[in-house]
């Protein structure tokens, strides 16, 4: 079965400061990767997602995700944050072999981004 | 193009009473989801609807019923709400079944079961 670990639930950053978010997978077959983002009181949305391909994959607004699959992570970096990128990010894992795209989500990951 | 809407936003129930909470999307997918999504526990999948006319189970699918009432509609039913039930419900809907596809997510309806 696919499961999905994300170890911290909160990270406080200040602004214009690196973050790391953390994810890891466990999954016996292929896997596509996903980092979604909710904003306060919203619904989830795609950040990026990895399919195939270049294991690096960037977002529009400057956050990128690693695909490593000797260590079966797939971590959410951005080099400098702003106040605007608090929110609660999902990663989220699914494969093929079934007949729908059932997605498994992580618990999430609270950034809190501080002036 | 509203995209994915859920109504109500809000909602109070009381032990025992039923509802049933809609969900419609205007970009023509074929697939459509409902999860809950609960503290420090994530979205968990409670229905899924791979295209126009079929259901299957997720998750955590007792409690509730669905119906995809056309290729738009998506609905979920609480028949006898319990205070376990007391989340955000969130819709989504994707363009296939495909793993490979993105989901796109609902506003949510927070619901309260006394």
């Known amino acids: 079965a696919q499961s999905v670990t994300q170890l911290d639930s909160q990270v406080p950053v200040f602004e214009e400061a690196p973050v790391e978010l953390r994810c890891n997978y466990s999954?016996?077959?292929?896997?596509?990767l996903f980092w979604y983002v909710q904003y306060p009181n919203q619904g989830l949305q795609l950040l990026l997602k990895?399919?195939?391909?270049?294991?690096l994959v960037k977002s529009i607004n400057g956050f990128e995700a690693e695909f490593n699959k000797s260590q079966t992570s797939f971590h959410l970096r951005k080099p400098s944050v702003h106040i605007s990128d608090t929110a609660e990010y999902f990663c989220?894992?699914?494969?093929?072999?079934?007949?729908?795209?059932?997605?498994?989500f992580g618990t999430g990951t609270l950034l809190a981004v501080q002036p | 193009n509203a995209g994915v809407t859920q109504t109500p936003k809000f909602q109070v129930l009381k032990t025992g009473q039923s509802m049933t909470l809609q969900c419609a999307q205007d970009m023509n997918h074929n697939s459509m989801y409902w999860y809950r999504q609960d503290p420090g526990m994530g979205l968990r999948l409670i229905y899924y609807s791979a295209s126009e006319g079929t259901t299957d189970k997720g998750e955590v699918p007792n409690g509730y019923n669905v119906s995809r009432l056309n290729k738009r509609e998506f609905s979920l039913r609480l028949e006898s709400a319990a205070p376990s039930q007391t989340s955000v419900y969130f819709c989504?809907?994707?363009?296939?079944?495909?793993?490979?596809?993105?989901?796109?997510f609902g506003p949510g309806t927070r619901l309260l079961v006394l």
């Open positions: 989220a894992v699914s494969s093929d072999g079934g007949a729908t795209n059932k997605l498994i």
């Open positions: 990895y399919l195939s391909g270049s294991t």
């Open positions: 989504a809907s994707s363009r296939r079944g495909d793993s490979k596809e993105t989901q796109y």
């Open positions: 999954s016996s077959v292929s896997v596509y």
